[in-house]
């Protein structure tokens, strides 16, 4: 297989052109015509990334999070990313990303983190894009049946990987909870979405003291936050399975390494 052949299929999947306008998503490195064997699916294009890509002799690393998300003038050795680009191209390791449009996707990041914490039913997108009901940011569903909200948050402890964080609930550990809405990832921004969606918890990544603080206040849904790289990692695995199932031959591996920035929590 090329990289050509196994871009295509990623493409199809996840299309460049639904990544957010300030997005960096594709190829950040390799040559089209290479060959790729092995693939390695990671969230991070971090160091630790690219030493498992090493070991494992990868011949292309996809990642969730872009490597340079603004410009850049220089790929010199002496930043962590100019290093970084310096092992992948000395190793013959391609690096690609899929974002966004992998966020967006159907399936995307959010299926994967959804079906992650035991929603089982059909999945709708949270905000759905206006041109298509079928993708957009986040995933609304349901538990096959009602719990509560600390027996939930035991649930998506579980059904994700593990963290030095943890994860972190706010309201009522007794409330019902059976609608759930899930966003992988920073979601912030879709807090309204949420409380406007009815659902009984909202569950995703990188949520701050105040906006948390005033949805609690209002009334809104129950808040769970976990770490931001476990609630984008179930993807991966999704990806990998997309391209088994296209019919490419390529190994493909799911990274194990923990990436996320937080490594101890005390
Ligand atoms: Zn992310």
Do not use: C
């Not at 002496?78 to 690096?95: E, F, Q, S, V």
């Not at 929603?119 to 049946?145: A, K």
């Amino acid at each position: 297989m090329t990289l050509t052949d196994v871009i295509e299929v990623l493409e199809t999947a996840y299309p460049p052109a639904r990544a957010e306008s300030w997005d960096a998503v594709g190829l950040v490195g390799g040559d089209p015509a290479q060959q790729v064997r092995r693939v390695l699916f990671a969230v991070d294009p971090v160091a630790a990334v690219a030493e498992e890509a090493l070991e494992w002799r990868a011949d292309l690393i996809v990642t969730h999070h872009p490597l340079y998300l603004r410009g850049t003038t220089s790929v010199a050795a002496t930043t962590p990313k100019g290093r970084l680009i310096h092992t992948l191209i000395k190793n013959d390791i391609a690096l690609y990303t899929a974002h966004t449009n992998a966020d967006v996707a159907n399936p995307g990041v959010s299926d994967a983190l959804a079906r992650a914490v035991g929603l089982t039913g059909d999945l709708v997108p949270l905000q759905p894009f206006p041109d298509d009901p079928w993708r957009g940011l986040g995933r609304v569903g349901e538990l096959p049946e009602a719990t509560t909200l600390g027996e939930f948050a035991a649930l998506a402890a579980k059904g994700l990987p593990r963290t030095p964080g943890g994860i972190r609930v706010a309201g009522d550990l007794s409330r019902p909870v059976k609608h759930v809405a899930v966003s992988g990832g920073a979601g912030d921004s879709l807090l309204a979405t949420a409380a406007a969606a009815g659902v009984d918890v909202f569950l995703t990544a990188d949520l701050r003291h105040h906006p948390s603080s005033e949805f609690i206040e209002s009334g809104g849904p129950a808040l769970i936050d976990a770490a931001h790289w476990a609630t984008e990692w179930p993807w991966l695995d999704s990806a990998a399975s997309i391209l088994h199932a296209s019919g490419v031959t390529v190994e493909t591996r799911v990274s194990a390494t923990v990436t996320d920035a937080w490594t101890r929590g005390y």
